[in-house]
């Protein structure tokens, strides 16, 4: 961090700009602050627990990152599986990769998707997700802060996850997730299924897909005692 831009954007990220503790939520803002892009989300993740954590600069961008979390795929998990960006121009050039997922976002008004690694040399902890309105390539300059932005969202969320004082970096922000409830709900239908959680998300997420209901309802359902899988 020793030029000009990368003490402004670790200013940005980290809250000193406007005084905000640091969280999931104000770095979705403030990659959206400091690159030229439309919207943010981050997702942690841990390699049995697919999408644990999510947080997103605003409802659309989170509404994308529940469907790759619905579909168990899409820029993110490619990106996350691989420790590479998944850099995409034009969001229709998936259409035969993952239609639905194609679809779905381009009806969101998204046009372009860029998904960057969060890791060090030691770790992946999850993935930075910035999309844009337009179609087109990052400049290379731009590319190239997205990445610095990336390293920097990755060395906050360490900085976060050691205050709270538990060895999972996902688990520990787990709290304040909306994620948390379908945690809980694929719990109750392993049980449910006599099953295992891998099992039972898999079912949880068809029928969220089915339904074309949003995970989280159809968790929150499951948690409230009135949606069961053992009778289907």
């Known amino acids: 961090m020793s030029t000009p831009d990368s003490k402004h954007f670790w200013a940005v990220l980290s809250g000193v700009d406007d005084r905000e503790r640091p969280s999931l939520a104000t770095l979705c ?3 959206v602050a400091l690159l030229p892009v439309s919207g943010a989300a981050v997702s942690l993740m841990a390699p049995a627990r697919a999408q644990s ?16 979390f619905t579909l168990g795929e899409g820029p993110a998990m490619d990106c996350y599986a691989q420790g590479r ?3 995409v121009d034009d969001v ?3 259409a035969l990769r993952w239609p639905q997922f194609s679809a779905a976002v381009t009806t969101m008004g998204v046009r ?6 969060l890791q060090t040399t030691a770790a992946r902890i ?3 997700v910035l999309y844009r309105d337009e179609t087109g390539s990052l400049a290379d300059g731009v590319l190239a802060d997205a990445m610095e932005v990336a390293d920097l969202v990755t060395q906050l969320v360490l900085v976060m996850q050691s205050e709270a004082a538990t060895e999972s970096v996902a688990w520990a922000l787990d709290v304040s997730d909306h994620r948390a409830v379908v945690h809980q709900a694929t719990g109750m239908i392993a049980v449910q299924i006599d099953g295992d959680v891998d099992e039972a998300l898999v079912r949880l997420r068809a029928y969220s897909f089915s339904a074309d209901r949003p995970i989280r309802e159809v968790a929150e359902d499951v948690v409230a005692g009135q949606l069961r899988f053992d009778d289907r």
């Open 112 to 117: 372009a998707v860029f998904a960057l690694p």
């Open 29 to 31: 803002r403030g990659c």
């Open 126 to 128: 999850g993935v930075l």
């Open 92 to 94: 229709q050039s998936l």
């Open 53 to 68: 954590v999510a947080s997103a600069f605003d409802g659309r961008a989170r509404a994308i990152q529940d469907l790759e």
């Open 85 to 87: 960006p998944v850099l």
